[in-house]
């Protein structure tokens, strides 16, 4: 069943119409072919017209919709032979962050990244991909290991933030953040990030302070959530579109400020209705990235790393 945002409420009207009168024709002589493929028509340019124009809160949304690829989606359609990893060897293993060893089209990498979950049961299990300092214990760790044997990092980032509970803070969370942001500068392998979804705050930088930096077309990457600067700000979440369109957190908009390196393109509609297409995108750009960095020498890509970094702002 399709999952529509407020926004696309036109668009699930003609789409609904349509899966009614193919029933009606699955049950009956009457032949619909012309209405269908009509209301198709009107359809599918709604649909590229409302995509062509969203604004910075709307792509929010998108960034957030619950039927769209999550890590494990990635994993299954990039990755061969993923060997997880758990535990940050100190306290747990937060299921929060993902990663482990595998293979993109036969290159080594270590995969790791922001797990949310795709029901009620997986969600709370995975803590809605808000990791605890566990998580961005067992990050480094990985990093750690990566490095030593020489290979490449990839990380998927897809996190609302950091969790902001009591635990969290009493474990270190703000150290935990800081550590696994400072292992990305000093790493001396390849290391590529991806914002596949929302990147919020130091959640998501901890793991993103990369050699090449992408972003998904419709991902949103920001120092705070929209919701949470309005409240800041205005004293009120309803002003979270003014928020969206003042913080510049669009994928153009960062390309723009040099904060991020890359745009990968998604499917019309967004990544959630066509999953296979948005992850070969994905796999693809990841290939001639890993192959770019692939070209400099251990000292090349730290010193890049570190001045990319140091530039922005």
């Known amino acids: 069943m399709q999952t529509y945002l407020d926004f696309e409420k036109p668009i699930a009207e003609l789409e609904t119409r349509v899966r009614e009168l193919r029933q009606t024709a699955n049950s009956s002589d009457i032949d619909i072919d012309a209405e269908v493929g009509r209301l198709e028509a009107k359809a599918d340019k709604l649909l590229k017209d409302t995509y062509a124009k969203l604004t910075p809160w709307q792509k929010a949304q998108v960034a957030r919709h619950p039927d769209r690829p999550h890590f494990k989606d990635y994993v299954a359609g990039i990755a061969d032979d993923f060997l997880a990893l758990a535990g940050d060897r100190s306290f747990a293993d937060d299921p929060a962050i993902v990663g482990g060893l595998a293979r993109i089209d036969g290159r080594r990498v270590m995969l790791i990244g922001h797990e949310k979950g795709e029901d009620t049961a997986s969600r709370l299990k995975h ?57 990305c500068l000093s790493l001396r392998v390849p290391m590529i990030a991806v914002v596949v979804g929302e990147g919020g705050s130091g959640g998501a930088v ?42 510049k957190i669009t994928a153009a908009d960062l390309q723009a400020l040099g904060v991020i390196d890359r745009i990968v393109t998604e499917p019309l509609g967004g990544a959630h209705r066509d999953p296979d297409s948005a992850i070969g995108a994905l796999k693809g750009a990841l290939v001639e990235e890993l192959d770019g960095c692939g070209k400099l020498g251990p000292d090349e890509l730290r010193a890049q790393r570190r001045a990319k970094f140091l530039a922005i702002g």
């Open 127 to 183: 803590n809605f991909g808000m990791a605890k300092p566990e998580g961005y214990r067992k990050a480094v760790r990985l990093m750690r290991l990566a490095d030593q044997f020489g290979i490449p990092v990839v990380t998927l980032v897809d996190t609302p933030g950091a969790f902001p509970g009591v635990q969290a803070e009493e474990r270190g969370q703000a150290e935990a953040i800081a550590r696994s942001t400072e292992e």
């Open 206 to 247: 901890a793991i993103a302070t990369a050699n090449r930096v992408l972003m998904f077309e419709n991902a949103v990457y920001s120092v705070i959530s929209p919701e949470g600067c309005a409240s800041i700000l205005w004293r009120t979440a309803d002003k979270a579109a003014d928020a969206a369109e003042a913080m």
